[in-house]
């Protein structure tokens, strides 16, 4: 069988293998979420029975602090929504107000712009839209909410005993278990460097515009927290209601400071602590993370979008332990100083 026939039937495969997981992904989205949920789970559950909790009790416990932390932030989320959306066209309206002196100004350097044009390029309702259609997507997947927790405690309820089963089920034992053993403990180091990163950002943002007076702080915060688990782009969403509102609640100079916020904190935040991390800890580029998070959230939606460095991790992981495909895994490496010092020192010579 001739290379390029094999390369033909590899991408054949992978096609067909993606049709699949596109038709399924209503089945498959809930479960990856559990998955992801137990996972960052699992410690906390080792914690609670260390100090011998019984494993029942420590489950309930933990399924009872999920339930009530998802219902306090939908109703949070949800009633600050629903005022923004009330008070709309107000805002839509002191918008076209500012708006109009540029419009003369542009008129005058004969670049004629309408009032309407620019308020509708700039509109906080349609900013505020995004984020909403990203949190929309992923409420809805929250409404199979009873079968993704039942889920998450038959995980958490074998996680004990699922290690055992894949080490005498796998043909490799020892390399496979050291591979999934580093997975879990990639992701576990992530959710936690995220986690840490979203809430400082979501606690100043909000901390910071309640400062300066601008109405709906909290959902600011919020969504500053909510959005920044999504690589590269949810900082983004997050920041262009708020900053369209602070312009016409405080004004241009008020806009331009809410501006500088967002920006200051998501360089601090996001450039001198998360890449290091997630560039020597998940071994992923800083251009694998991005295209990952269109190519998941294409494939699976708002949740892909979410889960979309793991969900990589697992395909690095699988690519890593086969050497015909060991190639691609280096592909999506993001330390060429760490491959070369792992590299063979027989192969150096």
């Known amino acids: 069988m001739s290379s390029s026939f094999k390369t033909a039937l590899m991408l054949a495969a992978i096609v067909i293998c993606l049709a699949g997981v596109k038709a399924a992904s209503p089945i ?18 080792k914690w609670l029975m260390k100090y011998r909790m019984p494993k029942g009790l420590a489950i309930t416990s933990i399924i009872v602090v ?27 309206q002191q918008l076209g107000e500012k708006f109009s002196g540029l419009a003369q100004t542009l008129t005058e350097y004969n670049v004629p712009v309408s009032v309407n044009q620019i308020v509708e390029y700039f509109d906080p309702g349609a900013a505020m839209g995004v984020a909403t259609s990203i949190l929309g997507g992923f409420g809805g997947v929250m409404a ?34 050291a591979q999934i ?30 400062a300066i007076g601008l109405d709906y702080w909290v959902l600011w915060g919020v969504l500053a927290f909510l959005l920044n688990y999504i690589p590269n782009i949810g900082s983004i969403i997050a920041a262009l209601p708020a900053v369209l509102l602070a312009l016409v609640q405080i004004g241009p100079a008020g806009a331009g400071g809410v501006v500088a916020l967002y920006v200051v904190v998501n360089v601090v935040m996001g450039n001198a602590v998360e890449p290091r991390f997630l560039g020597k800890g998940l ?52 330390d060429v100083d760490a491959l070369s010092q792992g590299a063979d020192p027989a192969s150096k010579t």
């Not at 403990?185 to 943002?205: C, D, F, P």
């Not at 708002?302 to 060991?326: A, C, D, F, W, Y």
């Open 283 to 334: 071994g992923l580029s800083t251009l694998v993370i991005f295209l990952s998070l269109i190519f998941w959230g294409w494939l699976l939606g708002t949740v892909g979008m979410l889960l979309s460095v793991p969900l990589t991790m697992i395909v690095k992981i699988g690519l890593e332990s086969n050497n015909s495909s060991r190639w691609l895994a280096l592909l999506l490496g993001g």
């Open 144 to 177: 199979n909410l009873f079968l993704i927790l039942l889920t998450v405690v038959f995980i958490l309820a074998e996680a004990d005993s699922l290690p055992k089963k894949l080490h005498f089920a796998l043909d490799d034992p020892d390399m496979r278990m």
């Open 28 to 45: 498959l989205v809930p479960f990856c979420l559990s998955v992801f949920i137990a996972i960052i789970c699992n410690p906390i559950l």
């Open 66 to 92: 999920v339930v009530l932390a998802g219902m306090w932030l939908a109703n949070l989320v949800g009633k600050a929504v629903n005022d923004f959306t009330a008070q709309m066209p107000s805002y839509q």
């Open 181 to 210: 053993d580093q997975f879990l403990s990639s992701v576990n180091q992530y959710i936690a460097i995220k986690t840490m990163v979203s809430m400082a950002t979501g606690l100043i943002i909000s901390t910071v515009l309640w």
